[in-house]
């Protein structure tokens, strides 16, 4: 297809063309295009539906303002709604559909809404839909969810890539519009490190769209050549497509880079990045957004703020129509008809407010045919440029709540005091409208900036440029007439639906955006809400200063969430630690299982086990009737140094660990501040000021940090230091009877009878001919064991010598389950029991908070309370009806008693079922519990609806005694 | 039972050889590193003693200095970091009267980002400020949630010690994040 309206002008490479498809037609535009002045280009006007009547809309503006041409890029999961077609970067191959309409965009089954737009005025739907009653959730409602919205999404994972990622600079300028690229100029002159953000794909800002010169050059041939310099610059970082949507703490502003959308898919590369960048000073030069004027009809294709045309016709070379009118209230709606003779474009008439002429309605259904005069007369037209004057943009000022300020000569809002700390505004953003005062105060702004930070280079001065005035008469909506009159076209809200929501009570402006959703979405009022707050002030017979303003939040345009999410999806999303010996684990049929961040072997799978159960049985068998291993390396392990050692253990631990001989372990309990239980471990001592201590796997950091904490802050004084070893050892559990024969032929030169190693003992030694290693004899499982560690780079083939050397004596790997089965049948705490509102009396570790020292937690962990007779003591449980499966959960009740919470006696923790006694057996904490061992109570589980008759007993379900750990 | 020692296990199969991205590479750099600490680091006694036994001087909190292969990097008032890039040697360090010393050369893996492309992927990876990161500093961020320690031995080239057990993810991390920048 013929580009009909292509002009003679422009910044786009005539010399090659792009091929896109709309709406299923081919056509064809050229680099330096959007998407939308190459479809004006090639005589598209009408390009989407409006959102609640479906009337069709044309391209509005030339930016991200857009309140119209709203979207879909791109195909099946790489769908993209809700895009605006005035800033999408044009590109071979693109592929756009219009939203929001049934059947042909032309032929909108929808735009029947139109004539029902009597019944849909503002907050509608508080009022109707009431009747019948039950037609509410069967008709109204999937009615008029299928209605709304927009675009559409695809409903499939989001298949592109997104990266997040941190800068750094002195002065962040946001703009690169003349002040925006002055401030820069001044700022890296003067030596500071600048980053220089636009959203534009080329710098210039409104330089692009006009024709006023700058130092005897075209204002894009001055910005290109700012650019040049800038480029040239080491310090200087340019940020093109870039949108700093944000303000926040900390000097920290939130941008996204549109990195590839430019460039159709690229594979492995982010399409958008978010970026947090941290700037110690700003400038905000993010020039201004023109408003349109409310009138009968002023929504119909080929209605557009005249800076649009303009743009249309300077930058892209595009004539937005064949006989353009122009309606203003200031100096602009002029310049566009200049402009517009100077290309060869008609001009049918300028209507200026000042000279007391306006538009009262317009003709023209999917495209505009004429207005029509509050003289009488009418117009034929094929395109009509308004301009109501221009807002600054600030919305970036407002992100941490403070509010603009009117200015009644330029009939806008600026910033108000108490910006973001370090932010400044500057040219257009400041209500500078002038080239040569954006020049100049862009400049100066950069040259504050870069001078504050003590940057003394010359920054120069600034460029001048011809002063061409701006004079603007405020006038914001056309009163007579009974025609619709659109203020913001983005919502379908009207000068009517302001009246009607005032008369209705909801005239503060907070009210009124919520009750009309005037400013929502995704242009987010941007031409809308002054104007809007205009006709509530006018109907309200106030000022709009005194009407005042919403304010504005992050982001200042939309942002694909898949940016705030970067990589950090998949496998990416968090990090997962690997044990030493997770290849030889996956090598052997190992199901992981994530615990806290690393990826532990719940269990082997072997042939013919027909599912986990039962090789969690065989696992645990072989650890009772032979020996396991298991890769333990994932608990915490802490070196502590020092003259000190003891005694500072001995106050971390409620227990005494000063005794402790060298060549020992001993298991401790810490607790926190409150007197509840904190973690567990045990503590070797592997010589007289030399200990290793170990945590839980969960806790590992938290007790690092507390350890150090009271080391650094409590007692700065004693001879202490701490060395996190987690990652530095494998650690393997070797459990079982035959676990002694097992390691007798792996550790070089050390006895391990019970006489020479008894229970508890540890010991640096070597194993496997000269590997360093120190074993520990401890036990979780209530077997003769031992924990057998080597530095982490011979995990992996620790477990496969293990293996190798135990297969003699019925070796097998055992997993998390088993290990957890092994510790419920043995009576042992884990998280389950220890969840943080547990105290040691309650686990029956009561006498080991030792009377005869302090250590943290000791004091408060003898509060009334937590100390009482009849509190809530660990017990073991088993079904009364052997064939019963327990569930962890459940609460108990007496047997006689009424099932309701008043009458709760506490709950089970932790439920298993043992191979070892042919059971379901279970731990679980029960009121004055240590007295009731044989008594029958209920577990009574309401979710699961279960209500089983249990026995109490010692939480010891296996060895009570411990001969076997001890043997 | 034949007793021939245990295998070391690298980290990652291929990594002594690769991976190349574009024109840049990470290499993982085996490495001999001992925590040293010291209630009172800063006395003369500690100083001499790191001179004498590692040829360098006692970097300042969170700085690093070094001296041919050998690197130290204060992470803490009273912890030092010691790692010799050359060593390959697996010898637990003895203790000393005043000087804590515990080998972690298991706890840390240790990659060697470097080509043209590496200083705007690391932007992709930690919030440091790494245009003031000068030569031979040192600074403790976080990549992908993982503490991390960067060192910076030349404008394209850095250091990155993580725990062992991140070692793969940091792999990752570092790899995807060049493929995002490179050309």
């Known amino acids: 297809m013929t580009q009909e309206f292509r002009i003679t002008s422009g910044l786009i490479d005539r ?165 925006g690229l002055s401030a820069a100029l001044a700022s890296a002159r003067a030596g500071a490190r600048v980053i220089l953000a636009d959203e534009d794909f080329r710098a210039g800002g409104r330089l692009l769209s006009e024709t006023t010169g700058i130092e005897g050059m075209s204002g894009s041939d001055w910005a290109d050549a700012a650019i040049e310099e800038l480029s040239s610059m080491e310090r200087v970082r340019i940020m093109p497509r870039t949108t700093v949507y944000g303000v926040f703490d900390h000097w920290i502003f939130g941008a996204v880079e549109r990195k590839t959308d430019h460039l159709g898919r690229v594979p492995n590369k982010p399409r958008q990045v978010a970026w947090r960048v941290y700037a110690r000073r700003a400038v905000l030069a993010a020039g201004a957004t023109e408003r349109p004027i409310a009138f009968g009809h002023n929504d119909r294709p080929g209605i557009m703020l005249a800076g649009a045309v303009r743009t249309y016709l300077n930058r892209f070379g595009v004539a937005p129509g064949k006989c353009v009118t122009v309606f203003c209230n200031n100096d602009d709606g002029l310049r566009t008809a200049e402009d517009l003779r100077a290309k060869g474009v008609e001009v049918a008439r300028v209507i200026d407010t000042r000279n007391g002429e306006h538009i009262v309605d317009t003709v023209g259904r999917k495209a505009l045919k004429s207005v029509l005069l509050n003289s009488g007369r009418t117009i034929p037209t094929d395109c009509l440029a308004v301009s109501g004057g221009w807002s600054p943009n600030i919305h970036l000022t407002c992100h941490h709540r403070n509010r603009p300020v009117w200015r009644d000569d330029i009939a806008a809002f600026v910033a108000g005091g108490g910006m973001p700390s370090g932010l400044t505004v500057a040219g257009a953003a400041a209500g500078r409208f002038a080239l040569p005062d954006c020049l100049e105060d862009g400049h100066r702004k950069g040259a504050e900036a870069a001078a504050e930070l003590g940057f003394e280079g010359n920054s120069g001065r600034a460029a001048s440029a011809e002063d061409i005035p701006y004079r603007v008469s405020a006038f914001w909506h056309v009163a007579e007439g009974k025609a619709r009159a659109w203020v913001d076209l983005q919502n379908d809200v009207t000068t009517k639906d302001i009246s009607q929501a005032h008369q209705e009570g909801f005239g503060a402006v907070e009210h009124l955006k919520r009750y009309t959703t005037l400013g929502m979405a995704t242009d987010q009022g941007k031409t809308s809400n002054l104007l809007g707050l205009a006709v509530l002030a006018d109907v309200a017979g106030t000022t709009i200063e005194d009407t005042g303003t919403t304010i504005f939040r992050p982001p200042y345009s939309p942002v694909s969430i898949g940016a705030f999410a970067g990589r950090a999806r998949g496998q990416e999303y968090r990090p997962t630690r690997l044990p030493p010996s997770h290849d030889w684990a996956e090598a052997h049929g190992a199901d992981f299982v994530e615990a806290g961040q690393w990826l532990r072997a719940q269990w082997y799978r072997r042939p013919g086990e027909s599912g986990w159960r039962d090789s969690v049985d065989r696992e645990v068998r072989t650890v009772r009737e032979a020996v396991g291993i298991c890769d333990v390396s994932t608990l915490g392990k802490i070196e502590v140094h020092g003259q000190d050692a003891a005694l500072f253990l001995d106050r971390i631990y409620c227990n005494t660990m000063a005794t402790l001989p060298v060549g020992k372990v001993r298991y401790g309990l810490m607790l926190r501040e409150d007197g509840f239980v904190f973690d567990d471990g045990t503590a070797a001592r592997l010589s007289e000021k030399r200990f290793v201590v170990t945590t839980t796997t969960a806790n590992a950091g938290a007790v690092f940090r507390h350890m150090d904490f009271a080391r650094q802050c409590l007692w700065p004084g004693l001879d202490v230091h701490l060395f996190s070893t987690t990652d530095a050892w494998a650690q393997v559990s070797v459990a079982g009877p035959n676990s002694r024969q097992l390691l007798s032929t792996v550790v070089d030169d050390l006895e391990l009878s019970n006489e020479a190693f008894p229970f508890m003992a540890c010991a640096e030694c070597t194993v496997f001919g000269g590997t360093p290693a120190r074993l520990f004899r401890i036990s979780f499982s209530g077997e003769l064991a031992y924990e057998l560690a080597v530095p982490a780079r011979y995990g992996n083939s620790l477990m496969a010598a293990l293996a190798k050397a135990g297969a003699e004596h019925g070796a097998a790997p055992y997993g998390t389950e088993a290990l957890g089965v092994l510790r419920i049948e043995k009576g042992h705490a884990a998280g389950a029991e220890l969840n943080g509102q547990t105290t040691a009396l309650m686990l029956g570790l009561g006498k080991m908070v030792s009377s005869k020292k302090d250590a943290i937690g000791t004091v408060l962990s003898r509060r009334e309370d937590m100390v009482r007779e009849d509190g809530l003591r660990l017990v073991g449980l088993r079904p009364v009806e052997k064939d019963a499966a327990l569930t962890a959960g459940a609460h108990f009740l007496r047997v006689d008693g009424p099932t309701d919470m008043a009458h709760d006696e506490g709950w089970m923790t932790s439920v298993a079922w043992s191979p070892t006694l042919g059971h379901s057996i279970g731990l679980g904490f029960l009121r004055n519990g240590h007295q009731r061992h044989g008594e029958i109570i209920r577990a009574y589980s309401p979710v699961r609806g279960q209500d089983l008759a249990v026995e109490v007993g010692s939480p010891h379900h296996l060895d009570p005694e411990g001969e076997r750990q001890r043997g | 039972m034949d007793k021939q020692g245990l295998i070391a296990t690298p980290l990652v199969p291929d990594l002594e050889t690769g991976p190349e991205v574009g024109r840049n590479r990470i290499r993982h750099v085996h490495a001999t590193i001992l925590a040293c600490a010291h209630t009172d680091f800063d006395v003369d006694e500690v100083r001499a003693h790191f001179e004498r036994r590692h040829g360098m001087s006692l970097p300042l909190t969170a700085c690093s200095t070094v001296s041919g292969t050998v690197r130290a990097i204060r992470t803490a008032t009273d912890q030092v970091l010691v790692l010799d890039l050359e060593g390959l040697s697996d010898e637990a360090p003895s203790e000393d009267e005043r000087l804590y010393v515990v080998d972690q050369g298991d706890a840390w893996v240790v990659f060697r980002m470097e080509g043209p492309d590496t200083l705007e992927a690391l932007r992709r990876m930690t919030t440091i400020e790494l245009d003031v990161l000068a030569e031979n500093a040192a600074a403790r961020t976080q990549i992908s949630h993982i503490g991390t320690i960067i060192v910076r031995e030349d404008r394209d080239r850095f250091l990155l010690l993580t725990p062992r057990s991140f070692g793969r993810d940091i792999l990752r991390t570092a790899t995807t994040s060049l493929r995002h920048v490179m050309p």
């Open chain 1, 15 to 179: 010399s090659r063309s792009l091929r896109f498809q709309w709406n299923d037609r081919y056509y064809d535009g050229h680099p330096g295009d959007t998407l939308a002045s190459a479809l004006l280009a090639n005589g598209v006007r009408l390009v989407g539906r409006s959102f609640k009547y479906h009337r069709p809309r044309g391209i509005f503006s030339a930016g991200s303002e857009e309140p119209n041409a709203l979207v879909e890029l791109g195909k099946g999961a790489h769908r993209e709604p809700n895009t605006r077609a005035t800033i999408t970067e044009l590109f071979d191959g693109l592929y756009a559909t219009s939203q929001n309409h049934r059947g042909p965009l032309g032929w909108d089954l929808m735009a029947a809404n139109d004539f029902l737009a009597p019944f849909l005025s503002a907050g509608f739907y508080y009022k109707t839909f009431m009747w019948p009653k039950a037609f509410w959730e069967r008709l109204y409602e999937p009615a008029i969810r299928a209605s709304a919205g927009l675009g559409r999404l695809s409903g499939k994972p989001d298949p592109d890539c997104y990266d997040k990622g941190s800068l750094h600079c002195d002065v962040l300028v946001i703009g690169a519009g003349a002040a």
